[in-house]
């Protein structure tokens, strides 16, 4: 049982760059691999990354690969999304959720979810 509140969302014009965080709460936010996962209107909810407890591994859809890098400072029960060169394909509702599993690109691997911030990136 984790809860998860996600911020920094907001309006960037294309190639600017934003940081998200996702602020646990609950159970010990390190025994989590923590995922991003994004959704635009019309699209079904999609993976951008994760990040293992440890935070040594990342993992990324080629989407943001290279763009897009995740973080996190357990002390802080807080992780991190940098998203760079944003394109205006990146426009969507961004959400952070957390799963005792190793690792998971599915949304249905994830149990905990946050409820999501807007990026909005313009032309």
């Known amino acids: 049982q984790v809860q998860l509140v996600e911020s920094g969302g907001g309006l960037v014009q294309a190639g600017g760059s934003l940081r998200l965080s996702c602020a646990a709460s609950g159970r010990t936010f390190g025994s989590y691999t923590t995922g991003w996962f994004r959704q635009a209107p019309g699209k079904e909810r999609e993976f951008v990354g994760r990040?293992?407890?440890?935070?040594?591994?990342?993992i990324y859809a080629d989407s943001v690969k290279g763009r897009f890098t995740i973080s996190r400072d357990n002390a802080k029960n807080t992780v991190y999304l940098q998203m760079n060169s944003l394109k205006p394909d990146d426009t969507a509702v961004y959400y952070c959720?957390?799963?005792?599993?190793?690792?998971?690109?599915?949304?249905?691997?994830?149990?905990?979810w946050g409820q999501g911030t807007q990026v909005t990136v313009s032309s």
């Open positions: 959720a957390a799963t005792a599993l190793l690792g998971g690109s599915r949304v249905g691997d994830f149990g905990s």
């Open positions: 990040i293992n407890r440890g935070g040594g591994l990342t």
